[in-house]
């Protein structure tokens, strides 16, 4: 399929396919990535199709399956908001939640080393391989999060 050809598609049926998508998920974004990956789905394909209605029940077909992929997705991997799970995994213990707040603050890299390293136990071999950096860089950021949370909490903490 061309270009040109999968873009005439897209102006054609792509309002059908987020319809029927947003009707089975109810999530705008997800029904977004339905009709991206439907489309891609009809550029990848060497299907010749007789008629007009033949390809867009095709395409609606694959909206569908695609929809209920989603639909299965979501009802494996359970999901909150990300502020719901901050303040469902915040230390019960008021003597943490000062710490807990100030890991909030720093920068992402800072976060999740800090909790690969702390809370999962990983070396800093092992997160520089999940994370894709150099083991240097990983034990730079835990000493940036470190330094910054020392400033932070204004405690006299014993750097390693």
Same mark, same amino acid.
């Given at each position: 399929?061309?270009?040109?050809?999968?873009?005439?598609?897209?102006?054609?049926?792509?309002?059908?396919?987020?319809?029927?998508a947003?009707?089975?998920t109810?999530?705008?974004?997800?029904?977004?990535?339905?009709?991206?990956?439907?489309?891609?789905e009809?550029?990848?394909?060497?299907?010749?199709?007789?008629?007009?209605?033949?390809?867009?029940?095709? #395409?609606?077909? =694959?909206?569908?399956?695609?929809?209920r992929?989603? /639909? !299965?997705?979501? @009802?494996?991997?359970?999901? &909150?908001? *990300?502020?719901?799970?901050?303040?469902m995994?915040?230390?019960?213990?008021?003597?943490?939640?000062?710490?807990?707040?100030?890991?909030?603050?720093?920068?992402?890299?800072?976060?999740?080393?800090?909790?690969?390293?702390?809370y999962?136990?990983?070396?800093?071999?092992?997160?520089?391989? #999940?994370?894709? =950096?150099r083991?240097?860089?990983?034990?730079t950021? /835990? !000493?940036?999060? @470190?330094?910054?949370?020392? &400033?932070? *909490?204004?405690?006299?903490?014993d750097?390693?």
């Open positions: 399929m061309e270009p040109r050809e999968l873009e005439e598609t897209a102006r054609r049926y792509g309002d059908s396919i987020y319809r029927a947003l009707h089975m109810a999530q705008p974004s997800d029904a977004e990535d339905v009709l991206q990956e439907v489309l891609l009809r550029y990848q394909t060497k299907q010749t199709f007789q008629t007009a209605e033949h390809e867009r029940r095709w #395409l609606l077909r =694959v909206a569908v399956n695609k929809s992929n989603v /639909l !299965r997705f979501r @009802r494996r991997h359970q999901t &909150v908001p *990300l502020e719901e799970a901050w303040a995994n915040a230390p019960s213990e008021p003597d943490y939640r000062p710490l807990y707040d100030a890991v909030r603050t720093l920068p992402y890299n800072h976060r999740i080393t800090l909790d690969l390293y702390y999962e136990g990983y070396s800093t071999e092992e997160i520089a391989e #999940l994370v894709g =950096v083991p240097a860089t990983v034990r950021w /835990l !000493r940036r999060a @470190r330094g910054k949370l020392k &400033v932070q *909490l204004k405690e006299g903490w750097d390693e």
